[in-house]
């Protein structure tokens, strides 16, 4: 499926609620739109997708935006609690999976992390294939395709790129 496409219809089917939560990872190399792409998936959920009425009450929803190099970061500095911060939103976009050092507890933890986001709104970048996610932890792979989650790999020539050919 095209980038643009499952975006889209990742981000209608959360607004609208038309699926059940699922996963969206977005992996290829650097500078072909997957972060800008999950911005616009975030807009969504901004837009629509947190809002929710209970007992006649507009209520909101949990989400975050995060770096995966800034949880670890924060998890250095102390913040041991982002990664539970992260499996317990109702919506996460995680961006750059990979592109940190990871030491073996920050990958436990951001296995144990996404475990737990198994049947909720979910969307991932990374510049790694699946091949290197799985050499992280197959666990965090496996995650990623499981049930009516999707990969969807964007292969073109980074937008730096585009006007120097």
Same mark, same amino acid.
């Given at each position: 499926?095209?980038? !643009?496409?499952? *975006?889209?219809e990742?981000?209608?089917?959360?607004?609208?609620k038309k699926?059940?939560?699922?996963?969206?990872s977005?992996?290829? +190399? @650097?500078?072909?739109?997957?972060?800008?792409?999950?911005?616009?998936?975030?807009?969504?959920?901004?837009?629509?997708g947190?809002?929710?009425?209970?007992?006649?009450?507009?209520?909101?929803?949990?989400? !975050?935006f995060k770096s995966f190099?800034?949880?670890?970061n924060?998890?250095?500095?102390?913040?041991?609690g982002i990664?539970q @911060?992260? *499996?317990d939103?109702d919506f996460?976009?995680?961006?750059?999976l990979?592109?940190?050092?990871a030491?073996?507890? @920050?990958?436990?933890?951001? *296995?144990?992390?996404l475990?737990?986001?198994?049947?909720?709104?979910?969307?991932?970048t990374s +510049?790694? /294939?699946?091949?290197?996610i /799985?050499e992280?932890d197959v666990?965090i792979?496996?995650?990623?395709?499981?049930?009516? +989650?999707?990969?969807?790999?964007i292969?073109?020539? @980074?937008y730096a790129?585009?006007?120097k050919?």
């Open positions: 499926m095209q980038p !643009l496409r499952a *975006a889209a990742f981000g209608r089917d959360m607004a609208h699926t059940g939560p699922r996963w969206l977005l992996i290829g +190399n @650097s500078g072909t739109g997957k972060t800008h792409l999950a911005k616009g998936i975030w807009k969504a959920w901004e837009n629509k947190q809002w929710y009425r209970k007992a006649g009450v507009d209520m909101v929803k949990h989400g !975050l190099s800034r949880m670890c924060e998890m250095r500095s102390g913040a041991f990664f @911060s992260c *499996a939103a996460l976009v995680l961006d750059d990979g592109a940190e050092y030491t073996e507890f @920050s990958q436990r933890q951001l *296995a144990s992390m475990d737990q986001r198994l049947g909720k709104w979910t969307v991932i +510049n790694l /294939s699946m091949n290197d /799985s992280i666990r792979a496996d995650r990623m395709i499981r049930g009516e +989650n999707e990969v969807v790999e292969d073109c020539v @980074s790129m585009r006007d050919q």
